[in-house]
Structures are given as C-alpha cells and as structure tokens.
C-alpha cells in the first residue's frame, strides 16, 4: 500500500482524503496517530463504512483468499475452525464465513485485513477474482 500511496501523491500522511467521484481513495494516517488497539474503530472502520455507504469498489491490496493474511496468526485459532478455513477455496465461501462470523473468540485473532474483509462481507460485498476488487 505504501508505494500505492506514494506513487499517487507522494508521501503525505492525513486521515481523510475525501470521496473522489471515479477516482482513488486512500486511508493514509499519520504514524503519530496510529495506535493498534484503537486504529480499526477511530480510523479504518468508519472510512471502509463511509466507502461502503457509497457504494464503492474497495481494492484488494492484500490477497484476501490466504488466511495468513486475514489473521494475527494461526496459534489462537482452534483446529476445527482452521480446517474449516483451509477448506475455503472461492470469494463466495470466504464471504459466506466472514458474514456469518459470530465468535468473539475468532473474531479477537482477525488481522486488520481480515477486520476489513468481515466487514466487507457483512455489507454484502464479495471480491472480484478478475480486478481484485470487492464489490456488492
């Protein structure tokens, strides 16, 4: 993401850079702000909800489709959710499992990435194999 971001506009950092019809939106924080335990509900989740409310395309930065990514790691996840997870192999079942998503337990071990992808497939939206894109 970071040579997304410069590429486009250099290496500003602010927390908002707004709705750009047909354009690119990006979160970019300053590093001062950022703060793990309180980043997902001060920052990223209300700009990914206001992206949702939208309507837009989110771009895949990540591969989505390896739990590696969507996890701190693996250690905390019982065995029987993880032979769950590997049996995931298309957008639609990672998306169907992230809607359905109701353990605390699993849901305290998701990465950011895979806090935006629950979030993501509870707003309906699935990821797009072709443009790495997820869209409703």
């Keep these: 993401m970071k040579t997304v971001v410069e590429e486009l506009i250099g290496n500003?950092?602010?927390q908002d850079f707004g709705a750009?019809?047909?354009g690119f939106n990006v979160l970019n924080v300053s590093d001062n702000l950022y703060a793990p335990a309180t980043f997902w509900n001060t920052?990223?989740?209300p700009w990914l909800q206001t992206a949702i409310n939208r309507g837009d395309e989110i771009a895949a930065a990540s591969?989505?489709?390896d739990i590696n990514n969507l996890f701190k790691?693996?250690?905390g996840i019982p065995q029987s959710e993880l032979n769950i997870l590997n049996g995931l192999s298309t957008?639609?079942?990672f998306a169907s499992y992230f809607k359905n998503l109701n353990d605390p337990d699993i849901y305290?071990?998701?990465s950011g990435f895979g806090q935006e992808f629950e979030l993501l497939s509870k707003s309906n939206y699935v990821l797009d194999l072709g443009t790495k894109k997820f869209i409703k």
């Design 73 to 75: 790691g693996l250690n």
């Design 43 to 45: 920052y990223n989740k």
């Design 91 to 93: 957008p639609e079942q």
């Design 108 to 110: 305290s071990q998701l």
């Design 20 to 22: 750009k019809t047909g």
């Design 12 to 14: 500003l950092k602010t």
């Design 63 to 65: 591969n989505p489709l």
